[in-house]
């Protein structure tokens, strides 16, 4: 390790990897034990204080090193997962302790010291899964977002990292995802935060076990093909006095200035205009790459990195743009094969374009526009959905512009906005029925897929950190269907290349129909390199036993999903029969052909068209 070099990056605000000298490290410097290393440039004084030294203010002060800011002191006969803090001196003589930035383990709250813990002793057996990864433009992605501490209990306590690896694991991979996306596994002091305000940047949290049984669990999922993505929250921080907040006394993580400290999650804003507060969250996100072979990052409130306040009348924060596209830039030129992903809900442009022509450069953008027009139009009395009908066709209007992820979250299964099938309109029947046309047509649309945990089995009540999913409703036969067919949705759309393999390229999407408002009827086709695919919505009541469709093709088209399948509790009027596409009375040199097909009330359903003879598709 060159400690010159790492700390003249430091301070440049181009550091990638901090952590190999700041925090706590074990080391051989005349016996074994650990090396603490500190960033406190306002400091008067600084000592180790831990359960070793019985918390002795006095017996390891650290020296000031000749590298600017930095503390450091070498502590004979430390051993792991020993408990620890720093004593700081600030420059008007008062003191506090406070837990390392740096920390790769922490107390369970409300215990705030860190832990002792060497990352190098952690084994992998995951060489051909990193070898063979990539960021998945053209391969399908389905991620299951979780929240570690609400998706099983053993008894009164949540599932451990090693239960999950024995459990979310097979769950997953048995239903047809191809990611986990946790929420925050980061330390953070406040359950009700779910992660989202953050203590420790590198100190995965200690509520489900220990660092090494968080990366047998990730290696685990890559023994079995499943990815791993983790959420980062780099606008803001908890205030919690043993945290960043006036860590040396003054503001050091934070905006000097109030009114740009203070968030509106009542937490403190990282100052990224800072080059050391860059390098360090650039730092932490390296290191859940590098220590736990993470797959992608999902950024948090973009919209709040991009403008001040994550307000567009006070204009973007320069600062904040130049860090975000410094971590996409450095995060990919170390990991080429990591996602990066924004949770942005601006119409800021370029999110997913290159660094290099002036964009942000994010893998993936959360088109959370489409998810907000689609809740909404499915919420509505079909009787007036003749009036929405641009809501469910305007995604493909700007489709093109970023690289788009459709989300459906655990932000759309709280604080009272209902979970995604209680906003369905009408009855019991009638929500499943079109929650069920809802999910077809989501892995239809272009784009990557995600779900929050419990969308699965259609569960009404909210997310409540506290609660496990309500499994009790697979007992129920719409809600046992209904995770049978979310399962189906799945590996359908990992077995067919049209759904995804022109995800990002315009050849591989065309509207059959966008503009049957009276019928409320929208159909349209996925392409790929050997392969076709007619998706048709009927979004009312109102059933259609025979019903012309234009396609593109002459030959059979075999349809291989109906939401009204009586498999999934429908009322059963499905096409079971491959269906011979004839020529179309009217001349149209796009879509010459017609199939005629049964169309149920509130049924999506998927047609894969069959060469009759060698040719390929045409997209």
Known sequence: MDRTRIIEDFHEGHCCNAYEMFGAHFSFEGGEGVRFTVYAPHARSVSVIGGFNHWDNNANPMQRTEYDGVWSVFIKGVQEWETYKYHIEDKKGSFLDKADPYAFYSETRPQTASKVYNPHDIHWTDRKWMEQRTRCYDKPVSIYEVYAGGWKHNGEYPYTYGMMEENLLPYVKEHGFTHIEMMPLNEYPFDGSWGYQASGYFSVTSRYGNPTEFASFVNACHREGIGVIMDMVPVHFVKDAFGLRYFDGEPLYEYTKKEDAESQWGTMNFDLWNEEVRSFLISAAMFWCDVYHIDGIRIDAVSNLIYWGGNKNRGTNEGSLNFIKRLNWYIHREYPSVMMIAEDSSDFPKVTASTLDGGLGFDYKWDLGWMNDTLKYYEKDPIYRYYEHSKLTFSMAYYYSDRFLMPLSHDENVHGKKTVIDRMWGSYEQKFSQ?????????????????????????????????????????YPMHDSFLRFFSDLNHLYQKHSALYERDYAAHGFRWVDADNAKQSVYSFLRFSDDE????????????????????????????????????????????????????????????????????????????????????????
């Not at 999910?439 to 089995?457: C, V």
């Not at 002459?554 to 004839?582: F, H, Q």
């Open 435 to 475: 929650v069920r046309n809802l999910y077809a047509y989501m892995f239809a649309h272009p784009g990557k897929k995600l779900n929050f945990m419990g969308n699965e089995i259609a569960s009404f009540r909210e997310f409540d950190e506290k609660k496990e999913l309500d499994w009790f409703l697979l007992k």
């Open 532 to 619: 076709t695919l007619l998706c048709i919505m009927n979004n009312t009541g109102t059933d259609y036993p025979v019903y012309d469709i234009p396609v593109n093709k002459a030959g059979r088209w075999e349809e291989i999903l109906n939401t009204e399948d009586g498999i999934y509790s429908g009322c059963g009027m499905i096409n079971k029969d491959p269906l011979k596409a004839v020529r179309r009375q009217v001349k149209d040199d796009v879509l010459p052909y017609q199939i005629t097909i049964h169309l149920a009330p509130f049924a999506c359903a998927w047609f894969c068209y069959k060469e009759t003879e060698k040719s390929h598709p045409q997209g």
